[in-house]
């Protein structure tokens, strides 16, 4: 099993960093989890990881919380850019990481190495497009087409599509930095907690803000629904671990379409269309190792 070629993987969330060193799900030589701190003590965190097997890696994925510059030919390639995450704005990551480790580094956003996990190995492994979620700390989202991610202009920013928000019923102006009441200004787990002066995981299960919530992320699956039309949906990240949250959403994607998208994955079998990660809390760091070896292929 060890003779396998290694890989690295990173996945840089903006609460927890998650590194490994294997090949697949059923061969992981090595795996850390660790609070996402300072930039100097978190990157040394993970070079002191991955220092003592260098030898043994053909290249490591990193897929990083963004705004992330994805793009090699931009000066800021591998730089974490405008985040809202206090101390790492304009951060080089890449640049951090290959300095103390001479290794091939291939990267991109985590929600998007988490898509990649989930299609290799994963809930969309049969599906040509799907799309991949996170609705935590942040939101996210990443496209996979034939196992690889989307790309435009710069990388997709899903999490900040605009929804309607009725303020009668929901008088929280958003907690975004930049555009207020944009998805994640208003359903990310800071604009739970800036809502209500709590974290999300502490209002009980019969909250009422409950269904307002399930209503933001059904207005979002709507607009990916239809102007993507994945193959399938993926949601992770904390806030769809309540267990009537995946039901609720959706009903209420079914709701707001009103039949006018004519095809049984969402008219009779949307409990399979919109899922679960099916490699759990793994999904990051295996798309990040499917980065690297990708990358790795002739």
């Known amino acids: 099993m060890t003779q396998q070629p290694l890989y690295g993987g990173i996945e840089a969330g903006g609460t927890k960093f998650v590194c490994a060193i294997g090949s697949g799900p059923e061969h992981i030589l090595d795996e850390v989890r660790f609070p996402t701190t300072t930039p100097d003590e978190t990157i040394q965190r993970a070079v002191d990881f991955f220092a003592p097997h260098a030898a043994q890696l053909h290249c490591i994925g990193l897929g990083s919380f963004g705004p992330f510059d994805v793009n090699p030919a931009s000066p800021t390639y591998g730089y974490i850019t405008t985040t809202p995450k206090p101390g790492w704005t304009n951060t080089n990551i890449l640049g951090m990481l290959q300095e103390k480790l001479s290794l091939p580094f291939v990267v991109d956003l985590d929600v998007v190495v988490a898509g990649m996990g989930e299609a290799t190995w ?86 009422p803000y409950w269904r307002i919530e399930a209503e933001y992320i059904a207005y979002a699956l709507v607009n990916y629904i239809l102007t993507l039309a ?66 790795n292929r002739p």
Do not use: W
């Open 122 to 207: 994963g809930a969309s492994r049969s599906d040509r497009t799907s799309l991949y979620l996170t609705i935590g700390t942040g939101i996210g989202g990443g496209f996979i087409v034939d196992g690889q991610p989307h790309r435009g202009l710069v990388a997709v920013e899903m999490g900040h599509i605009r929804l309607p928000r009725d303020p009668s019923r929901d008088p929280f102006a958003g907690a975004c930095p930049y555009h207020g009441d944009c998805f994640e200004g208003v359903a990310a787990g800071p604009a739970i907690q800036a809502r209500f002066g709590q974290r999300g995981e502490t209002l009980p299960d019969d909250h």
């Open 230 to 295: 994945p193959e399938r949906i993926i949601i992770g990240g904390g806030i769809m671990q309540r267990e009537f949250m995946f039901p609720t959403v959706r009903r209420k994607t079914q709701e707001l379409l009103n039949g006018y998208v004519q095809h049984d994955a969402i008219l009779k079998h949307i409990d399979k269309y919109i899922v679960p990660p099916a490699l759990g809390n793994r999904s990051g760091m295996l798309g990040a190792i499917t980065l690297a070896k990708n990358a």
